[in-house]
């Protein structure tokens, strides 16, 4: 998992509730990504980030909200805008070159009850 | 629009046999193309990529790819399984016409039988 962290690891929301999953990089990386895993779909693009300041809308950005403020961090709040929240989320980041290799950390669980 | 397919949800394979998990790709441009392997509630860990150059590349715990323009596709091999190797397998591709978006395939979960 490299020197990306995600917390928590578990995640429980309840019908209304926005909640906000951390995701810190010690990698010295420009771009940070969000993405969404359900089974049997692989991953699909939520936000990404090329550079502090700046984020651009994935695939499935609807329900989704981030900042990028400092380098090292890239929180994404799932809002209760998000009809289907419960999913695997994995945050990534990568020295933003064309040719870089994303590095994953180990992921939130987000449940909703 | 680019896109990738992973042709098989499951590959079974006996440990010691040689496994291929197939991977087929769409571009406009040049491609750039990686295998990930992912354990059970964990991140993807990163295998090995194809920029350009040779067309078989090598990578981490004894995979290795073959990138083949004509056929469009970059199937992970390894000559002898592990039970230790049964996880699921993302094949990723972005292109160079395509600006800043890697897209993902589905997934391939490998079985490797004791």
């Known amino acids: 998992d490299g020197g990306i962290t995600q917390s928590p690891k578990y995640l429980f929301r309840k019908e209304g509730q926005n909640v906000t999953l951390s995701c810190e990089q010690n990698?010295?990386?420009?771009?940070m990504y969000w993405y969404r895993q359900d089974p049997g779909q692989g991953l699909r693009l939520i936000y990404y980030s090329q550079i502090v300041n700046d984020f651009q809308k994935g695939d499935i950005a609807e329900g989704y909200s981030v900042s990028r403020e400092k380098k090292e961090s890239f929180p994404l709040t799932v809002t209760s805008a998000q009809k289907n929240p419960t999913a695997f989320y994995l945050c990534?980041?990568?020295?933003?070159?064309?040719?870089?290799?994303?590095?994953f950390g180990p992921g939130t669980r987000l449940t909703v009850l | 629009a680019q896109s990738v397919a992973q042709p098989e949800d499951q590959v079974n394979v006996a440990e010691g046999n040689p496994l291929t998990v197939k991977c087929t790709y769409s571009?406009?441009?040049?491609?750039?193309l990686f295998w990930y392997v992912q354990y059970p509630n964990r991140g993807l860990q990163f295998l090995l990529k194809y920029i350009t150059g040779d067309n078989l590349v090598k990578g981490s715990y004894g995979f290795e790819a073959e990138f083949n323009k004509s056929q469009t596709s970059f199937h992970l091999k390894k000559p002898s399984a592990l039970v230790s190797d049964s996880a699921l397998y993302f094949c990723a591709v972005r292109d160079t016409a395509g600006g800043f978006k890697t897209i993902f395939g589905a997934g391939t979960r490998l079985f490797v039988k004791a």
């Open positions: 571009v406009s441009g040049n491609p750039y």
């Open positions: 990698l010295n990386h420009d771009a």
């Open positions: 990534a980041s990568s020295s933003g070159t064309g040719t870089d290799t994303q590095y």
